[in-house]
Antibody, heavy 119, light 112 residues
């Protein structure tokens, strides 16, 4: 059974940093491109970032480019999101998700971790 | 960025009725190379994470009931739910993956 388990969310002040993790199991993690997708409270879905299966290619949404960094450790089957210079508008539930083919649709999703940016 | 416009934003139907949700993209999602449309549909039940229903516009994900049908091509797409059941209460989102992913704004389905 595929499992994606996010952790690391919490309350953080504006301008500070936070690092999210996503532990994967039930599939060959190193074969798949991975992504972070977020959802602000009562709002829709927004793609944040994607990373290739080997980690060499990364892509970011305009709203986080230059502030967030996606990375992965295939030996640990873990995906990360380093979030710097956090803003109130980054408040959201952050989901870890796997792409199916290339950087395509999102086949599997974690349960999400809530990040609240507030003073 | 490709903008996805979804309609309606909400609808309420009785169990057993058929529902149609529309999704329009600001540019064509049809690949000239393989003639496939790069559009997916997701279901998000209250308090849960999204779940993939349909990919490549009309291919149902494994385990998804056949009452969920995706159709359309180019810039206009539809998710049809036939014989709606109480368990279909959820938000539904379209997503394009022709370029960097973007989602529609969602459709809230309520059961009368």
């Amino acid at each position: 059974e595929v499992q994606l388990v996010e952790s690391g969310g919490g309350l953080v002040q504006p301008g500070r940093s936070l690092k999210l993790s996503c532990a994967a199991s039930g599939f060959t993690f190193s074969d798949y491109n991975m992504a972070w997708v977020r959802q602000a409270p009562t709002k829709g879905l927004e793609w944040v970032a994607s990373i290739s299966y080997g980690g060499s290619n990364t892509h970011y949404g305009d709203s986080v480019k230059g502030r967030f960094t996606i990375s992965r450790d295939n030996a640990k089957s873990t995906l990360y999101l380093q979030m710097d210079s956090l803003r109130s508008e980054d408040t959201a539930t952050y989901y870890c998700a796997s792409h199916r083919l290339g950087f395509s649709w999102f086949a599997y999703w974690g349960q999400g971790t809530l990040v609240t940016v507030s003073s | 960025d490709i903008v996805m416009t979804q309609s309606p934003s909400s609808l309420a139907v009785s169990a057993g009725e058929t529902v149609t949700i529309n999704c329009k993209s600001s540019q064509s999602l049809l690949s000239s190379g393989n003639q496939k449309n790069y559009l997916a549909w997701y279901q998000q039940k209250p308090g849960q994470s999204p779940k993939l229903l349909i990919y490549l516009a009309s291919t149902r994900e494994s385990g998804v009931p056949d009452r969920f049908i995706g159709s359309g091509s180019g810039t206009d797409f539809t998710l049809t739910i036939s014989s709606v059941q109480a368990e279909d209460l959820a938000d539904y989102y379209c997503q394009q993956h022709y370029s960097y992913p973007t989602f529609g704004s969602g459709t809230k389905l309520e059961i009368k």
